[in-house]
């Protein structure tokens, strides 16, 4: 198992057959997006149609892991029994993406030397054997 | 057509509390008090309703509050789809719409609130009325094209509006070092606004500018005094043609424009906007709807003589006004600082009933209630002599909007 940073009992995802393709390639620590297979336009989250040409064909593209916080918050409140606060949700735009931004939470850092534009990467937590979750840390 | 020119011309509300503080009446039981008392105002009858409007997550049924009223006939039941506080202004549209068109002649526009008996909308948990269950660690199924977004915010603990509406609003000071002394501008202000309002739950309890900043971190940047209250309340607008108003108790307050509406991609705002143009995410999303509202009007943000900005975080204000044009793209922060929303002596009297922030929060629904009051000189901030009033509902979601005027 990975380094864990949250409890067991933060909320897991919800998922339809859509966006379920997204949380499989996580559960392999792939951070994958969306892409058009027509138009080659990259979407997240996953959606059935691009938003684009209209095309339903798209795959996946597996992506670097690093990428950039493009905004922040530090949250006060716990979420889980025995959560640790305070913690950061960001924004972190994903390198190689065409321009794709995706929630997360920075970790592995003060919460208080979080800065916009900072440098990050992947890092997976194992929250069980079949759920990985993708947070990011500072380079 | 224009006699059927839409005008509201009554307006009503129980009693706003702490929330959890109304449990002796029931929600919808409160919404019908609310509707009878807009009624009242009108100085018309419960029996000349035939038309109710509400928007979102509304729990109080049109058809139920018909049948507890014992309304005649229900000629006009209708709902928004913009999420929460954002379908006020739109609530209102639709009664406009129903009215200049023939399909009803009395819509009433209601919300009703009582948190305490369903949930509690600030909690952290996930956004059910389900208590908050360690749930097995695995993707779950989602029930909903709601929850499948979420999927891709809740796991990291986004569940909270305070996070949410934060990230915006945090983009916001990086861009243009917007500060929070600038935020807590408007949460002050808003306060001092109170005062004068008997209904306001806030009232006659004094804020400074140093309170704000020594309020606790609720979600970086927003304390708790950047947030909105929570609160039981109930309140009601009643719509109706110009021909009928002219005999009604109250000077009638026309409805010149609505707009609602949302940019690319923004579906359920800071939750899932993550990949909105970048021009917009640091903004109210409003910028668009508001230059169609403008030009519907025949009016600009210099001709608004009072506003009632929705204000569920004082970022949210503060980039509303800048998309609605009171001042450039990044000046919000000195705008508000210069004492600009101030009822008196400001430029651009705001929430002259205190906002959500220290009146209530109903949804902003009681922003319309204020609009409207604001025009017939009946405010408890009066502006003397004003003719024009912009009402929003939300930003950094989809939202809406209503210019209102006294001829």
């Known amino acids: 198992m990975s380094e864990r940073f949250f409890p067991d009992g933060m909320p897991s995802p919800t998922a339809d057959t859509t966006t379920l393709p997204w949380w499989e390639a996580a559960s392999e620590h792939r951070l994958v997006v969306q892409r058009c297979t027509a138009c080659q336009h990259t979407r997240h989250p996953p959606m059935p149609i691009c938003p684009e040409c209209r095309s339903s064909e798209a795959d996946w593209q597996e992506l670097s892991g690093r990428g950039e916080i493009y905004t922040y918050t530090i949250v006060h409140r716990p979420i889980a029994a025995d959560q640790e606060v305070p913690f950061v949700i960001a924004i972190v735009a994903l390198e190689g993406s065409g321009g794709i931004r995706m929630m997360t939470n920075v970790v592995g850092i003060a919460a208080d030397q979080v800065r916009v534009g900072m440098p990050v990467e992947v890092v997976w937590e194992d929250m069980s054997k079949d759920l990985a979750i993708p947070r990011f840390r500072p380079i | ?407």
């Open chain 2, 1 to 407: 057509m224009s006699s059927r020119r839409p005008h509201i011309v009554g307006v009503g509300e129980s009693k706003y509390t702490r929330w959890g503080k109304i449990g002796d009446i029931t929600e919808h039981a409160l919404a019908c008090q609310a509707i009878m008392r807009a009624v009242e105002d009108a100085g018309l009858e419960v029996d000349d309703v035939d038309g109710l409007a509400s928007f979102a997550e509304d729990r109080n049924e049109a058809i139920f509050i018909a049948a507890d009223l014992g309304l005649p006939c229900l000629r006009f039941g209708n709902m928004v789809w913009m999420p929460g506080g954002s379908g006020a202004c739109a609530a209102v549209a639709n009664a406009a719409m129903a009215v200049e068109t023939g399909q009803a002649e009395v819509v009433v526009v209601y919300r009703s609130l009582c948190q305490g008996q369903f949930f509690r909308f600030g909690n952290p948990t996930p956004i059910s009325s389900q208590p908050l269950e360690p749930p097995p660690p695995t993707v779950q199924s989602a029930d909903s094209l709601f929850m499948a977004s979420m999927g891709f915010a809740m796991p990291y603990g986004m569940l909270m509006a305070a996070a949410a509406y934060a990230l915006p609003t945090r983009r916001h000071m990086h861009l243009y070092g917007t500060t929070s002394e600038q935020l807590g501008h408007i949460s002050v202000t808003f306060r001092e606004h109170s005062h004068n309002n008997p209904r306001a739950v806030m009232g006659g309890r004094p804020m400074t500018l140093d309170d704000h900043q020594s309020s606790p971190m609720i979600a970086d940047p927003h304390r708790l005094f950047d947030c909105c209250l929570e609160n039981d309340g109930a309140c009601a607008v009643v719509v109706t043609s110009e021909e009928r108003a002219r005999d009604l108790a109250k000077r009638p307050i026309e409805i010149l424009a609505t707009e609602q509406g949302a940019p690319k991609g923004y579906a359920f705002g800071p939750f899932t906007n993550a990949n909105v143009a970048d021009e917009i995410y640091a903004t109210g999303a409003c910028e668009e709807m508001a230059n169609r509202l403008w030009a519907k009007a025949g009016v600009g943000p210099k001709d608004v003589d009072v506003a009632q900005i929705y204000d569920h975080f004082t970022g949210c204000v503060l980039m509303q006004l800048e998309d609605y044009g009171f001042c450039k793209r990044g000046e919000g922060g000195p705008f508000v600082e210069s004492g600009a929303l101030a009822w008196k002596g400001g430029s651009l009297p705001t929430n002259t009933h205190g906002g959500s922030l220290s009146e209530a929060y109903i949804h902003g629904l009681n922003h319309v209630v204020e609009g409207t009051r604001s025009l017939r000189g009946e405010s408890s901030c009066p502006v003397d002599d004003a003719e024009v009033c912009l009402v929003t509902s939300a930003a950094c979601v989809p939202s809406s909007a209503v210019i209102l005027g006294r001829k």
